[in-house]
Structures are given as structure tokens and as C-alpha cells.
């Protein structure tokens, strides 16, 4: 048979294609804004054809609603990244959390994870045979591969992208058709805060530069400071509408990167239909799968990285937390670690931390003493380079612990100064000198 033969031996309704799924099995689901939210709605409204039926993905962008109380009986979520709509779930028992760095979940999934059935969505057949994973490629390449069986939303609002995205019709097992918008990030108001911390992250920014920023307002802030430099490439774990504007205006042309010259790299997507527009078809953006793309062995190979990520809170040795509250999960390891290290051993590069000096109601101090009890440390004091917040940079690499804190203290909320001052002077049997780091 030729492509198109399979293709339509193959194509079924969405409730024929989940009765594939048996009691018991482990599903593993496409990430972030490609979930194929057609299928898990029907997988949902159909439970009752299913007994524990464990449902694995990193960042949710739909209602979770095999997380809801009720649902225990038959499903439940194993977390390897911790969204809004899933924290409930796994604070009170009703779902798993599974920590593992971002570059290394193909491998969870090729090794530890038994990967029954793979959920996830894609384009349309192109004429060669081929769908295109769009948005996501990351883990979701990696539990095609794996799973005993793939089922494919297919999706003609799904962009076509390039790099090693492509799925031959030959290895989906069921295809359902199913036209629908894909979920989309918003871009986060940006305040006066976010747009110092901004400042301060792009006085680090030169020319030639390549870029990986995260998620939130302090990313998307750091975009609109950029449009005086020259030459920036991209590569970074996800990319969002911000860099629209600035690939448009050429400041962003890959021109000078030294690993995929040419090239905006990333292995996903998460923004707005003007983001998916912009990279349906165009070949100047690639997406690879996690294992690639943040590896730091990779990420190292480009000269001037620049890596600008946020957190919850810092300690006065260094030691980040960027994922839980206390003992509560609220968010997950995700790709800093990989781009904190990728970024300290480029020639040139710089690893930011960027944050405001307090939590949003200016009550508590992110930067503080030690971390709270039950709190991670997800990325090494070791590997933390720059932390910026909105009263300046502190740089921690090359500096002692004693120089470190004073650093540190030096960008906190002026209001939480003197009590980061008492633990420095109990810490160290020294008094606090604020211009330590004059000469250093």
C-alpha cells in the first residue's frame, strides 16, 4: 500500500481509537500546546472503559480533568513537570511527580518508563507521507518511538516545522481527525519590576549573542530590551511570541552562531497563533528532540550562550530553587539545569538567574538565609553564575561564600536587608561590609 492507503486504513473516531487503551497501561501524552486535547477529552468522557490507567506528561495546557477528585479509580498522573491545573492533584495525594532533568526524559522513556500507548498531535500527511510533530517534538518523538501503540490527533491547525519533526504515516497506528486551535500562552503583563530586572539582564546581552530564555513576564520583559543589538541567535529549549518582532526587525538572525548557523533552534513551541503562524513552513526554525538540543554538551558548542531563566528563591550561598514551595511541587526541573551548565562553559557565555527581590505581595524576600524547609535545590551553587533582580546583579562565579552573600544582599529588597545582614554576621563571625566586592 501506498501512504495515503495506510493512512486511510487507519483513520477512525476518536472513541474507537482510546478503546485501544486497556486497564493498566501507561500513556504517555504529547507535551504542552501540541497536547492532543481532542483525545484526552474523549479518553475522560469515556472512563468508564477504564481501571488505573496511568497517564504521563511533562507541562499540561488542558483542564487535567483525570487529576479531579472522583477520577482515582481510573486514572492517574505521573508528573514529570508540575503545571497550574495538576499541583492540586499531586499535593493531595491523587497524582505522582517524577523529577528528572528535561534532556533526560527521552531516555525515561526509553529505559524506565513501559510506554504502552502514545498520545499526541500532528499535521496532516505532507506528500511524502510524512506528519509533522509542530510544536512539540521534545519528549514527544522519543514516546512515538517507545510506544507498543501511537495514536495521532491529526490536526490541520497543527504548523508544519522542520528540523526532526517528522513522523512517517507508517508509525501511527490510528489517526483522528480532529480541526481545533491549539492552546495558547499569553504573553504576561510586564511591570515596572520586570522591566528593570529586563534592564539589567540585557546590559549582559552582546552583540553575536545566542539566546535561551524561559517562561513569564521577566523573559518576555527581556525581548523588548533587545532591539538595540545586533546579530542574536536562538537556541533555547522553548521559544514564544516575543521573538516574532525581533527576528522580523533582524536583530535576531543567527547569523553568528557557531553550532546551526542560520538557524532558531528549539525543541518546543509556546505562545500565540501569531507564533504558530510565523513558524508554519519556515525553514529558518528547527526543532529537535530534548536530548539534543539541551544538552550542554550542545548548547556549549555556540560561543556567547546566554542563558536567562527565573526562580522562587535563593539562598545566600548560592543554591537555587526553582521548582517547590516548602514541600509543595509547584513547578519542575525542566531544561535550567542543562542550560545553566551549557551556558557557564561557552566561550563568552553568561547563566542568568532572574528574579524579583520579593514574592508578588512584597511580603517575603526570595533571597534569603537559607532555603525553606522542605525546598530543592535545582540548580548547584557549583554551576549559578549571574542572579539579577530589580536592584542590580550580582555575579557569583569566582566568589567566595562570604563574597557571594554580600552580593547577594547588595540586589535583596532594601526591607529585608538587615535581617540578611544578622544571618550573613552569624553565618561568617564577621561584620557585613556592603562594599566587599569593590576590588574583587
Known sequence: MNWKEVYNSRLVSAKTAISHIKSGDTVVTGHACAEPLYLIDTMVENREMFRNVEIVHMVPM???????????????????????????????????????????????????????????????????????????VDYTKAAVKNAKIVIAQVNDQMPYTYGDSRIPVGDIDYFVEKSMPLPELKPRPIGEVEKKIARYCASLVED?????????????????????????????????????????????????????PGKSIATFLMGTKKLYDFVDHNPDFELYPVDVVNNPYNIMQNNNMISINSCIEVDLMGQVDSESVGDMQISGIG?????????????????????????????????????????????????????ITEYGIARLTGRSL???????????HPKFRDELIEAFEKKFHKPFDPNLLSNA
Open 62 to 136: 488542558g483542564k487535567c480533568e483525570y487529576t479531579k477528585p472522583g477520577m482515582e479509580s481510573y486514572f492517574r498522573h505521573n508528573a514529570i513537570f508540575v503545571g497550574p491545573a495538576s499541583r492540586a492533584a499531586i499535593y493531595e495525594g491523587r497524582a505522582d511527580f517524577t523529577p528528572c532533568c528535561f534532556s533526560r526524559v527521552p531516555r525515561l522513556l526509553e529505559r524506565y518508563i513501559n510506554v504502552d500507548v502514545a498520545l499526541v498531535q500532528v499535521t496532516p500527511p505532507d506528500r511524502y507521507g510524512n506528519c509533522s510533530l509542530g510544536v512539540s
Open 402 to 412: 562570604r563574597q557571594r552573600a554580600t552580593a547577594l544582599i547588595n540586589i535583596a
Open 208 to 260: 553575536g549573542a545566542t539566546l535561551q530564555l524561559g517562561i513569564g513576564a521577566i523573559p518576555d520583559a527581556v525581548l523588548t530590551f533587545l532591539h538595540d543589538k545586533k546579530d542574536l541567535g536562538l537556541h533555547s529549549e522553548l521559544l514564544s511570541d516575543g521573538v516574532v518582532d525581533l527576528i522580523e526587525e533582524g536583530v535576531i538572525n543567527n547569523s553568528k552562531k557557531t553550532l546551526n
Open 335 to 387: 531544561g535550567q539545569v542543562n542550560f545553566v551548565k551549557g551556558a557557564v562553559n561557552s566561550v563568552g557565555g553568561k547563566s542568568i538567574i532572574a528574579m524579583a527581590s520579593t514574592t508578588s505581595d512584597g511580603k517575603i524576600s526570595k533571597i534569603v538565609p537559607q532555603l525553606d524547609p522542605g525546598s530543592v535545590v535545582t540548580t548547584l551553587r557549583t554551576d549559578v553564575d549571574y542572579i
